[in-house]
């Protein structure tokens, strides 16, 4: 039996996706998109075992059109907080399972009282996996930890969840970019389109950007209404205060005060660093 992750337009499934091909495009787009923050291998485990579920012969039949209800999330979680939560790599482990239990709903509670929390998807999780996937999938969740953790056991226990759940956010993220991107790709180029992702750089477009920001609060300057001359008092406090040390400030001005266009103007050396 074939699987597919995404159907076509073609009766034969000529056109359909491949999911074994989905969940290695995935996987390397994620690790691609983590890999700045040395979170390569988590992500990769988590693109390619998010839509693990799709092994079930239930899902085929939902994608042939007969109309039921699949969980495709939940196994992979399953299998991180079982097959691969082991020695060191176990808190990695659990933090993939919740970015692929939440691939579709957001990140979800370990326990509460809802049906959608972790543990009683889990228990509910009960139609088995066609064992191809073991064939196809051919990886193993090993050496998940990223060099830098080794610095959590110096922070205090608070800093330390928190720099935790801030990977497990990036994983999270990585993997929803990753999966959305190559689903895109695929039916764009069923249906002959291509997405504009040719963006330049932000770096490249500063100086245009600080151009016309420059132009419109010049042509602001010249009005002398009696609501441009607070706001012009507003916009040189502000740029008198980005000459401080970079840090936390207030700014408590009334609706149309202009703290958004204030808050935009940069200093010169600023852009240039």
Known sequence: MDY???????????????????????AKMAAEMAAPFGLERAAYIAGLFHDLGKYKPAFQRRLDGVEIGVDHS?????LMLGDFATGL?????????????GHHTGLPDRRNASAACLEQRLAKDAEPL???????????????????????????????????SVMGRMIFSCLIDADYKDTEAFYHALEGRAADRDWASLQDVLPQFRSVFDAHMTAKAKGDGELNRPRGRILSHVRQKAEEKPGLFTLTVPTGGGKTLASLQPQPDRLQA
């Not at 034969?12 to 996706?17: A, F, L, N, T």
């Not at 939940?74 to 399953?78: L, M, V, Y």
Request: hydrophobic residues 40%.
């Open 89 to 101: 790599d176990k808190g990695m482990a659990e933090l993939v399972a919740y970015c692929i239990a």
């Open 130 to 164: 066609d064992e191809i996937w073991r064939t196809q999938l051919t990886s193993n969740a090993k050496g998940l930890v990223p060099a830098f953790v080794s610095n959590f056991r110096k922070a205090d226990p608070t800093t330390a969840a928190f720099q935790f």
């Open 74 to 78: 939940t196994a992979g979680a399953s």
């Open 4 to 26: 597919f992750a995404h159907s076509g337009k073609e009766p034969d499934k000529s056109d359909w996706q491949i999911l074994s091909e989905h969940l290695h495009g995935v």
